[in-house]
């Protein structure tokens, strides 16, 4: 590799494209600072074109200008955008207002919820305890339909058997009776 050829007659600062252009723009700042002519040096680069006016505050001035009017659209745009923000502050805040009310609103509904279900509890396990005894109460009545069935059942049979005793007139009279064969 052949070593960079580097020219000790300049600073170093100077050797480079991009350094010379901003080393020329802080002598101009400066310059327009004091409010002096400035002297430019005359570089042998070739990349670099240095400042070669004759009157280099009145470019400078134009330049401020500029500055000016895109400071003043930046303001504009800055209260523009600010005027916005207070917009929707007051709009976030005028919507906060509500929700709080509802906030509150619905704590004192839960509330009065929690009390109505405490009130209804009781008469709810009394419906319960109802319920439950409706349920044996009807298994009870199914169990007296069937002793009553079974009673009138042996009714009958008694019934029969009496009707029998007497209609034959016992076993005397069977035997009494003899068949006419």
């Not at 252009?21 to 310059?31: E, G, I, L, P």
């Not at 279900?117 to 319960?128: G, N």
């Amino acid at each position: 590799m052949k070593p960079k050829r580097t020219d000790s007659t300049r600073p170093k600062i100077f050797q480079s494209p991009a350094a010379a252009a901003a080393a020329a723009s802080v002598t101009a700042a400066y310059a327009l600072a004091k409010s002096e002519k400035l002297e430019f040096i005359e570089t042998d680069d070739s990349n670099f074109e240095g400042v070669r006016e004759n009157n280099p505050v009145q470019d400078f001035s134009i330049e401020i200008n500029a500055i000016r009017e895109e400071n003043k659209v930046l303001v504009s745009s800055v209260a523009k955008v600010k005027a916005e923000n207070s917009r929707v502050r007051e709009k976030i805040d005028e919507s906060m207002v509500p929700t709080s009310e509802l906030s509150t609103e619905l704590h004192s509904v839960q509330g009065q919820l929690v009390v109505e279900r405490s009130r209804c509890s009781k008469p709810e396990a009394q419906i319960a305890e109802l319920q439950k005894r409706l349920e044996t109460s009807q298994s009870i009545e199914d169990e007296v339909q069937q002793l009553r069935r079974q009673k009138s059942m042996v009714d009958r049979n008694m019934e029969m058997a009496v009707a029998q005793t007497q209609g034959s007139g016992g076993v005397c009279r069977w035997i009494a009776v003899t068949p006419n064969t």
